[in-house]
């Protein structure tokens, strides 16, 4: 059986076309490879997804090469027979989409080469934008936008792009942006005084097709920088999105849009001096409530040693802290403390310097009442567990052992 005849080679643009069906072959779940003569299908390969389409009106939706230079249309559900003849349309949206993100790729590669002679190591195009691998050994921002920058101008100066085939011997002495993966002709993909790239794929007819490129973001990864972007509509698609999130943030504080970000600073560096403020306070409230527990729960034994156990609802591990040491700033003291929500109990344990007692082990002991964990120094232990009915009785043994 001849290879598939790959009508995309010589024209990216063709969306229907004619064919017949040369094999088919089932395939788990109902799915059928069909095999045609010819096809202006793309599959999946050098980063880029397949077309998708139709064949007769049945959706064909992923294509991948096989072993023999065939091009397998991926159908589920019933598919034409071997020597139907077919018509095939491809999702021309879709086909446009990687147009302009694979030929922005060629366009973009070459102008990190002519600024940084940086070449691209890989490139994938993603769900809502594509990634290239650069061995670009400086990134920066500037450096980068210098890039996108030379990109938008090429774009912009709508270059013709052509596809031509050449030998082995003339490959070799072409200036091509990389190596050929392939042996014997080579299909050369040639933007007019900029770019000469071996490729397969498919491209614009002159790049003012690509519109435009944007990145979005770039990071270091495994000694090359990955950088983040988008071609054509899909850098309007993401222009939207970005539009429409700093819009919403800008509505919170009704703000014009670029004001947002300024507004959002302050209010964070507010924040923070609340949360200073409200600390402070806390601390203060700790101290009177110490002072009112002192008064109210404490238990004195022997030589003024004053045992302070209560247990609260809902009360987070800090708070207790806060208020344990508190209470232990005075003299001769232990502070038994416990807390809990519907799930969960938890402790805190303290004694201040002139007190007796070793607040870890009381700690462990408790938990093992609580079902859970906990521990710490000898003047102050925190821990907790799920048995919240247990909480009392724990505290009452700590203080038994205590007395
Ligand atoms: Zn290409």
Redesign the pocket.
């Known amino acids: 059986m001849r290879a598939t005849e790959r009508l995309y080679y010589s024209d990216s643009h063709l969306i229907e076309f004619e064919a017949q069906v040369t094999d088919r072959t089932e395939r788990v779940s109902g799915w059928t490879a069909v095999t045609l003569d010819r096809t202006a299908f793309y599959p999946t390969g050098?980063g880029q997804p397949s077309d998708t389409g139709t064949l007769n009106g049945l959706r064909v939706v992923e294509c991948v090469d096989d072993d023999s230079e065939n091009v397998l249309h991926m159908i589920q559900g019933r598919a034409p027979e071997v020597g139907a003849a077919v018509t095939g349309m491809i999702d021309w949206p879709r086909r446009l989409d990687h147009i302009q993100q694979?030929?922005g790729q060629?366009i973009f590669s070459q102008a990190f080469i002519s600024l940084f002679k940086a070449p691209t190591r890989g490139f994938r195009v993603l769900d809502q934008s594509c990634e290239i691998d650069v061995e670009l050994m400086n990134p920066t921002d500037a450096a980068i936008d210098r890039a996108v920058e030379l990109t938008n101008n090429v774009i912009w100066e709508d270059r013709a792009i052509t596809i031509k085939t050449v030998g082995a011997d003339e490959a070799a002495n072409l200036p091509l942006r990389k190596e050929p993966s392939r042996k014997g002709p080579l299909r050369v993909?040639e933007i007019e005084g900029f770019d000469l790239?071996p490729?397969g794929?498919t491209?614009a007819f002159r790049t003012g097709e690509v519109g435009m490129i944007a990145v979005r973001s770039w990071e270091r990864a495994k000694g090359l920088t990955r950088i983040e972007f988008l071609a054509g509509g899909r850098a309007l698609a993401d222009y939207r999105r970005a539009n429409k999130t700093a819009r919403s943030v800008a509505a919170l504080f009704s703000s014009a849009r670029d004001d947002a970000a300024k507004l959002a600073a302050r209010l964070v560096d507010e924040n923070k001096e609340l949360h200073r403020r409200v600390r402070g306070l806390d601390e203060i409230a700790a101290r009177v409530e110490a002072d009112e527990l002192r008064r109210d729960v404490s238990l004195t034994v022997g030589e003024g040693l004053r045992i302070i156990n209560k247990v609260f609802d809902n009360r987070d591990a800090e708070s207790l802290k806060r208020l344990a040491l508190a209470l232990i700033a005075h003299p001769k003291t232990i502070a038994l403390l416990g807390s809990h929500d519907k799930d969960a109990a938890r402790l805190v344990f303290a004694k201040s310097a002139d007190a007796p007692g070793d607040m870890n082990a009381l700690m462990r002991s408790a938990c093992e009442t609580l079902d859970g964990r906990g521990g710490g120094k000898l003047d102050l232990a925190q821990g907790g567990g799920r048995n919240i009915n247990k909480l009392g009785e724990a505290i009452d043994q700590a203080a038994k052992t205590l007395i």
């Open positions: 050098g694979h030929t060629h993909i790239t490729c794929g491209h």
